[in-house]
């Protein structure tokens, strides 16, 4: 269930009897959905991959999924069609028939590549999005990226051992045939039809009995074939077809396969070997370092060469940062093994046996290692882009929010002493390796924590973050059974967090370990490790937990009105007492009857700026936030959620943000976003101060005060020393209240992400809402510089601003984000089959999205869209249940607002009728506030929760006998 890596060495044959020799560096990845964090450390390493497509299912999800990682990546592929023996063995279709099923398989992955194209394409232009591809100027070619023409395609059975391109049999036809080669490159794939009469191809067929090319010459051989051996295997073809194709296969080599479809395999397997089909391929149509760099390296590294900042130091270079950083991307788009400066980047850590055996060639000094006790040891796996890296080397290791401005944080050095390279499970020491090629480094238990990059001036910038699947959205809590082995849990939970790129491991403040990973399968393989490999003891593990998210809708709550009702009963009915006792730690003195006054002229300020306003105030009442929630536009909110990366990092380097190409693009992109949404967006896009949580989250802060003008696009393009710009006019007093707002700032932007982070409903992160600040009132008589019980005035504006959010939050009518799965859902069988797996979908609330019969097969495949909540357990009920005739696959689609109010109540005949007298979430009648209530008991928080229905005396009847 991971990555490996191996470095082949492959001789291939000239036709001049001579042999080229080419050093392929391959790197396995697991195929399931869980894993696409794999498949991206996979990526960044290698400037090529085969995609597998099973013939007779065709594209499924992972297929688009690693075609997207890998068109991010700049990373070129190539196909690979396999199962092709299950279309004569499992589906019984005719050569015809095959070659009809073969053309759509390709015709579907070639959609996914124009989807990508056209998506990029759009992106760079403006927009207006063309609807066909080939208004854009393509040809035909261009429109097809994968083609056996091109010979970017391999046809064959893995698990047979055979293979085959167009190549395999151009050679014989040409003789055969007297066509030119380049003629029967183009003419072998598609509808070209062969006269053998007149010796000529045709576009259309020249008779009815007319079969094209492919058919004709090459699945009619592979079909003649296994007709030699299905139904009853022909001895006399048999030996024929052994003999037209200078095969020699003895008995014993024929009674040593078990079934008709393993000897079969064996014949095709000597006839067309997979090795030299696929091999040939990779040498042909990927690119070598030299080629693939010059076009990624713009694309993965992206340092500030425009910067001004960019003319300072580096710290022990005698170069200036822009001049060190220009060289090394010439370095590393050329692939130069000569350049000054090394740059490497590790994309996984991975633990590997201390014992395991290992490869030594001669010349090679042996690897000394430290022996500290463990049984398992930390290499990671990465790639050198530019220079050569040797043993004894001193490297400095840039984690990846290393600022090169910043040369002092998220950086240490170690010295290369254990240099190898892979060999799938085994490890050969070497002494050194140079650009564009894949190596493993031991030593980096201390220095790397899943990915860093490697360099040997600390004026290079971290190669930019991997394109991950999905995020770690099920998540569990894990203990050790045994109180004793909490050290060993804790070491094993730190050796998990470094070897699984996917994974990830924390302690809540309660002090739980969490555990959370991509998917079901992801997770109990990440607990196996654990139990298994790195702690070796006996863990406890919780119920699998699931993230949420929280936001609003236009509608105000249903019980506004009758909030602010009671609010008034309160303080008419104001409880002196209580709040004497409250009052004893203020630091002014006001009466009990000033303070109710205060409050409805507090309430009564608020309504003014709308009713869905809320004012909070500081603990000692020197200021007061005016804050009010809307939502954002999905739009918006889509796009902010897609921008968040670029978005951290924008913010890392907010020192120069403003300055950069790269902000000044994400501007333009956002202001378009915001435009389509409407004029009053427009105007708000001016008005943006900050992001959140975080400062790059899918939430906004925005400034509707008169009396100060924050900085627009805090913090991106504010600096303590920049954003601020000391008031020439107006009066003392409005100039003192715009420097005491401007000290409370940073606490402001602190309160609302900190209110974005955990939400009310269940301290779950909030997702588009945006809260606006209508006014900060300041009193001038308070002096804030006293030190008093109520702490610092930024703290109490924190607290000021957050309680306001969450009150504004609260005003609106709420609403729960809920992940979704994509379901992929293949059924062999008949329509009973089929309503098994419709049960399945339907007992854990699945929306049906499409279900149809796939083309030329038996297979029903329904796609549907599957809460992740009600996901667990789900491939085994549905293997179970339709007695293995189902399997399905689960991958991370979006986010959906899970429309009902958790805090509905009913009040009209029809919603008790529909709902019941209670919506309570222990009724089971509000699944909005059961996923809420249910978060609320894990993170111990209150609950409402009806206990006891009847309070009748129960009794137990018992009939005597």
């Not at 401007?742 to 009310?760: K, R, Y």
Request: proline share 5%; with cysteine.
């Amino acid at each position: 269930m991971k990555s490996a890596s191996i470095s082949l060495l492959y001789r291939q044959p000239q036709p001049e009897g001579d042999e080229k020799r080419f050093l392929v560096n391959l790197i396995d990845s697991p195929g399931h959905v869980d894993f696409t964090s794999e498949v991206s450390s996979a990526l960044r390493l290698t400037d090529g991959c085969i995609v597998v497509v099973d013939a007779v299912e065709g594209v499924c999800i992972q297929t688009r999924v690693v075609l997207r990682q890998a068109w991010a990546e700049r990373v070129k592929p190539v196909l690979f069609i396999n199962k092709i023996d299950r279309l004569y063995t499992q589906l019984e279709m005719s050569e015809s028939e095959a070659f009809e099923h073969i053309k759509k398989v390709l015709r579907s992955v070639n959609e996914v590549t124009s989807v990508l194209w056209l998506e990029e394409w759009s992106s760079k232009q403006t927009n207006t999005i063309l609807d066909d591809p080939y208004e854009l100027g393509l040809d035909e070619d261009d429109g097809e990226y994968f083609s056996p023409s091109k010979g970017n395609v391999v046809f064959g059975s893995a698990l047979d051992g055979w293979g085959f391109r167009l190549e395999n049999f151009i050679d014989t036809y040409v003789k055969k045939l007297g066509i030119r080669r380049d003629i029967l490159t183009k003419t072998l794939w598609g509808d070209y039809f062969f006269a053998p009469s007149k010796k000529m191809i045709y576009k259309k067929p020249p008779s009815g009995k007319a079969v094209p090319m492919f058919v004709n010459f090459i699945l009619k051989p592979l079909w003649t074939v296994y007709n030699a051996f299905f139904p009853a295997r022909d001895e006399e073809k048999i030996a024929k077809i052994l003999t037209g194709l200078n095969i020699t296969m003895t008995d014993r080599e024929f009674r040593s396969y078990s079934t008709p479809g393993a000897a079969v395999g064996g014949v095709l397997r000597k006839w067309l070997p997979i090795s030299p089909s696929i091999l040939d391929m990779v040498i042909e149509k990927l690119p070598n370092p030299q080629e693939a760099q010059a076009s990624r390296i713009p694309v993965l590294w992206k340092p500030a060469l425009d910067s001004d900042t960019s003319a300072g130091s580096v710290p022990g270079d005698d170069r200036s940062m822009k001049e060190a950083q220009e060289q090394m991307q010439q370095s590393m788009a050329k692939c130069d093994a000569a350049a000054k400066d090394t740059v490497c980047f590790l994309s996984k850590v991975f633990a590997i046996d201390k014992e395991l055996n290992r490869i030594h060639r001669p010349g090679v000094a042996h690897q000394a290692e430290v022996d500290d006790g463990e049984s398992k040891r930390l290499v990671a796996l990465g790639r050198i882009f530019s220079g050569t890296l040797k043993k004894g080397d001193t490297i400095t290791v840039l984690g990846p929010k290393y600022d090169p401005f910043k040369p002092e944080k998220y950086v240490s050095t170690m010295v290369v002493q254990q240099l190898y390279l892979a060999m799938g499970r085994a490890m050969e020491p070497i002494n050194e390796v140079k650009a564009g090629n894949i190596f493993a480094l031991g030593g980096v238990k201390e220095h790397v924590l899943k990915t860093a990059t490697l360099a040997t001036s600390r004026a290079c910038a971290s190669f930019d973050a991997m394109k991950r699947g999905g995020a770690p959205i099920v998540r569990v809590a894990v203990d050790s059974v045994h109180s004793a082995d909490a050290p060993k849990l804790r070491e094993g939970m730190k050796m998990l967090n470094l070897a699984d790129p996917g994974c990830e491991v924390y302690i809540q403040p309660t002090g739980e370990y969490i555990v959370a990973a991509s998917g079901e399968l992801h997770l109990n393989h990440c607990l196996t490790l654990l139990k298994d490999e790195f702690a070796k003891i006996e863990i406890k593990v919780s119920t699998p937990l699931v993230s949420f998210k929280e936001t609003i809708t236009e509608e105000l709550a249903r019980d506004i009105e009758s909030e602010e009702e009671e609010e008034e009963e309160d303080c008419d009915e104001y409880d002196y007492e209580t709040d004497e006792e409250e009052s004893r730690g203020r630091d002014t003195d006001r009466s009990l009857k000033a303070e109710l006054e205060w409050r409805k002229q507090l309430k009564s300020k608020a309504l003014s700026h709308g009713v869905d306003v809320v004012g909070k105030a500081t603990s000692d009442r020197s200021a007061i936030l005016f804050v009010r929630a809307i939502p954002i536009p999905e739009k918006i909110t889509k796009f902010l959620e897609e921008s968040q990366e670029q978005l951290m990092h924008l913010v890392r380097n907010k020192k120069r943000g403003h300055q950069s190409s790269e902000f000044l693009e994400f501007v333009e992109q956002a202001k378009a976003v915001f435009d389509e949404c409407g004029p009053e967006w427009t105007k708000r896009f001016a008005e943006v101060w900050a992001f959140g949580p975080n400062g790059s989250g899918p939430n906004l802060l925005i400034n509707k005060t008169t009396n100060y003008k924050a900085p627009h696009w805090f913090p991106m393009t504010s600096t303590d020393s920049t954003r601020y710009e000391d008031p020439k006019e107006g009066t003392d007093e409005e100039r003192q209240t715009i420097e005491r707002i401007h000290t409370l700032d940073n606490s402001i932007v602190t309160g609302f992400s900190m209110a974005s982070e955990n939400g009310p409903l269940c301290l779950e992160p909030m997702i588009g809402v945006a809260f606006e600040v209508h006014e900060i009132a300041i009193d001038l008589n308070v002096d804030i510089s006293r030190v008093t019980t109520s702490g610092p005035i930024t703290g109490q504006a924190i607290s000021a601003m957050k309680e306001a959010c969450k009150a504004a939050f609260l005003k609106h009518s709420q609403r729960i984000v809920q992940p979704m799965y994509t379901c992929q859902v293949q059924v062999y069988g008949g329509m009973d089959k089929q309503g098994v797996a419709y049960a399945v979908l339907n007992k854990r609330k699945s929306q049906i999205v499409s279900d149809d019969i796939k083309d030329g097969s038996n297979i029903y495949e329904i796609t549907a869209h599957m809460p992740v909540a009600e996901s667990f357990g789900f491939a085994d009920e549905l293997f179970t249940s339709s007695s293995g005739a189902a399997h399905g696959q689960l991958s991370f689609s979006h986010w959906e607002v899970l429309d009902q109010d958790p805090n509905f109540v009913p009040t009209t005949e029809q919603e008790i009728e529909e709902s019941g007298t209670y919506n309570l979430a222990s009724l089971g009648n509000n699944l909005a506030r059961t996923y809420i209530d249910n978060v609320r008991v894990r993170k111990g928080l209150p609950i409402k929760q009806k206990l006891v229905e009847h309070s009748d005396k129960q009794r137990t009847l018992s009939k005597k006998k």
